[in-house]
């Protein structure tokens, strides 16, 4: 795929994504936030990806405090150590680094 072909096809896979997001909090499923991934230039070589990845986090995936999460045996699960950003204020394209870090107002663990 051409470098236009791999950034037309990512950008209708997030229009995509943001149509099911947009459907699945318009009922009971609560918004959580969102997932940056490939955040590494390296892991995005890769994949021939132009930027990062986003994705959203939503309470019907969700597992609770205590809960199970089941699956098959032959699975190989794997974990990645995260943080999550609680932000207190919006921030755009064109907040600066310093105005971002002002608007976080927690951090946490995250799995």
Same mark, same amino acid.
């Given at each position: 795929?051409?470098?236009?072909?791999?950034?037309?096809?990512?950008?209708?896979?997030?229009? /995509? *994504?943001? $149509?099911?997001?947009?459907?699945?909090?318009?009922?009971?499923?609560?918004? %959580?936030?969102?997932? =940056?991934?490939?955040?590494?230039?390296?892991?995005?070589?890769?994949?021939?990806?132009?930027?990062?990845?986003?994705?959203?986090?939503?309470?019907? /995936? *969700?597992? $609770?405090?205590?809960?199970?999460?089941?699956?098959?045996?032959?699975?190989? %699960?794997?974990?990645? =150590?995260?943080?999550?950003?609680?932000?207190?204020?919006?921030?755009?394209?064109?907040?600066?680094?310093?105005?971002?870090?002002?608007?976080?107002?927690?951090?946490?663990?995250?799995?």
């Amino acid at each position: 795929m051409t470098t236009q072909e791999i950034e037309q096809t990512i950008h209708q896979a997030m229009a /995509r *994504q943001l $149509q099911c997001w947009r459907k699945e909090i318009s009922g009971d499923n609560r918004r %959580l936030g969102w997932k =940056v991934g490939f955040n590494r230039k390296v892991d995005q070589a890769k994949f021939d990806l132009p930027s990062a990845m986003i994705g959203y986090l939503s309470s019907d /995936r *969700q597992i $609770q405090n205590g809960g199970v999460c089941h699956t098959k045996p032959q699975a190989n %699960l794997l974990a990645e =150590v995260e943080i999550a950003l609680r932000m207190g204020a919006d921030i755009t394209s064109d907040t600066t680094p310093s105005q971002a870090l002002t608007a976080v107002n927690a951090v946490a663990p995250a799995i």
